[in-house]
């Protein structure tokens, strides 16, 4: 391994530092092949690099959306196609999709939020009886 290579891995933990994850979360990523380590030490520890990382974060802006791991697996595909010559009109049909189930999906949350906010506001508004 090269130094400038050596230098741009990292372990689990920092990657878990990174992005706010739990290792445990990131360890299921890579059982379900949604972030399979890029290599592993000889010791059998998972070893990542900086497109893990930026893979790791589309995942965790996905996972609220509710899309499901193969949902997750074929999102990634595609953007990792993307601009290149197997990027079809298909892959872009099934990016539509994807699109307009995450924009119902956050118009969802928005809704949930705005109710949350009510009943703060509820709560925290004296009631005179």
């Not at 360890?27 to 900086?50: K, W």
């Not at 953007?79 to 290149?84: E, I, P, Y």
Request: charged share 30%.
């Amino acid at each position: 391994m090269t130094e400038k290579a050596r230098a741009a891995t990292m372990h689990i933990g920092e990657l878990a530092e990174r992005t706010g994850l739990s290792h445990r979360t990131i360890r299921h990523y890579d059982d379900v092949g949604l972030l399979p380590a890029s290599t592993r030490t000889e010791g059998g520890f998972r070893v990542y690099l900086e497109d893990d990382y930026e893979r790791l974060m589309v995942i965790k802006q996905m996972k609220p959306l509710s899309f499901s791991l193969e949902e997750m697996a074929d999102i990634l595909s595609i953007l990792a196609l993307n601009g290149t010559e197997g990027a079809g009109t298909d892959a872009q049909a099934r990016l539509t999709e994807f699109l307009e189930k995450a924009r119902h999906q956050r118009a969802k949350m928005a809704r949930n939020l705005a109710q949350a906010d009510e009943f703060i506001h509820r709560l925290n508004t004296p009631h005179h009886g």
